[in-house]
């Protein structure tokens, strides 16, 4: 899939216009964690692994967002969550929900999340500190604030918290 620098810019002009630090960074497409750690980018180390999962009823819609060298164990998310059995949601529904292509998936995509319907979770290591995310495409990665995209996205009506995984 080739990029979408509207989808990217989009992003820029948004954390302009809040008034949100950030770097940013274009880069050759990259589709998992190793693709991401084999490119000679900055802190990489605080490039964040994103998980969009579902309950069972396709009712209920997750972002996790969790260190790179993180696992999930996707059973013990489901008991924090109260939640039915959790599975990756569907490309189909990766692009009608978030407006994202496989191995695209941010915390920005929840701009384009217009019933406000997924609820995000970022592990608590990231609070207060740096993250590393796709500005919805992935031929680039933004650095900000943790706390300043867990606000922007608060603001856009999603429910949105730190947890530990």
Known sequence: MAADNGKIQAVYDLLDRQGISYEAKMHDAVFTVDEVLALPLPDVHLIAKNLFVRDRNKTNYYLLVVRQDQKIDLKRVREYLGSSRLTLASEADLGAILGLAKGSVTPFGVINDAERQVKVYFDASFEHGRIGVHPNENTATVWLAC???????????????YVRF
């Not at 706390?147 to 918290?161: P, S």
């Open 147 to 161: 706390d300043d995209l867990l606000e922007l996205i608060r603001e856009r009506g999603n429910i949105v918290r």
